[in-house]
């Protein structure tokens, strides 16, 4: 498996790309940004994402987005092929987009937002922290890119303080980050009484 930071020769990956993110947004029922091959594209070549390839089959793929005049940089668009998945991959992708944004944005404060588990996990243990959303970019290109969330009108409807999505930060400028796992059940909690509270008032 090689994983790289991705070029003009990686274009030809844009589509299957762009299509196991909205296959895997399908099977997992929950609100993900849509991300078109064009949308794609423009990451593949700018030099901030990182494609991880088995030979010349797409396995995974992560890109920078830079916000607030390189204030924040969020690691975006995180996914892999089902085919290679629960092998340690993500981690490692992961770590691969966390190192470069760190190398090209040295004073960036690293964030996402995410519903799932296993980038909680991963994020955590790369030394971020949860936060609530106002301790991110208010760059309101990056919260237009909720919009294509099947969630967005509850980001909406909470005047963007909350939503099913955790706020998750690394601060470069906080002290030194420790190995760290994440308490699981925590976070599972959490989101389940996110999703009573917010989801049952969208019914009512
Ligand atoms: C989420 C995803 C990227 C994980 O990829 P992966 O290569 O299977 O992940 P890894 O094998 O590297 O696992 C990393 C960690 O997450 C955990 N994990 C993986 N999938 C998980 C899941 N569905 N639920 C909970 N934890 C999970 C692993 O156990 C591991 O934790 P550990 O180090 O404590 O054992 C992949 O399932 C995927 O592409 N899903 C669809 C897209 C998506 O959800 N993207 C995130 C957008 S917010």
């Known amino acids: ?103 090209k944005f040295p004073d960036a404060k690293i964030f996402g937002i995410t519903t799932g588990l296993a980038v909680m996990k991963m994020n955590y243990e790369l030394g971020y922290k949860p936060v609530t959303f106002s301790e991110l970019t208010d760059d309101p290109d990056f919260w237009k890119g909720c919009q294509t969330c099947k969630n967005f009108d509850i980001l909406t409807r909470t005047e963007r303080k909350m939503c099913l999505c955790t706020g998750m930060l690394y601060d470069p400028g906080s002290s030194a980050l420790d190995k760290r796992k994440m308490n699981s059940k925590t976070f599972l909690r959490l989101k389940s009484i996110k999703e009573q509270l917010l989801i049952k008032k969208k019914k009512a």
């Not at 924040?72 to 987009?97: C, E, M």
Request: hydrophobic share 40%; charged share 25%; with cysteine.
């Open 1 to 103: 498996m090689d994983i790289v930071i991705a070029n003009e020769s990686h274009i030809k990956y844009a589509s299957v790309i762009s299509e196991t993110i909205s296959e895997s947004a399908k099977v997992r029922g929950t609100g993900i940004a849509k991300r078109t091959p064009e949308y794609i594209i423009k990451r593949l070549v700018n030099g901030n994402a990182v494609i991880a390839l088995d030979g010349e089959r797409f396995a995974g793929f992560c890109y920078i987005e830079v916000w607030g005049h390189q204030k924040f940089v969020a690691n975006s668009g995180l996914i892999v092929h089902p085919d290679y998945r629960n092998q340690g991959l993500a981690k490692k992708i992961k770590k691969a987009i966390f190192d470069l944004s760190r190398k």
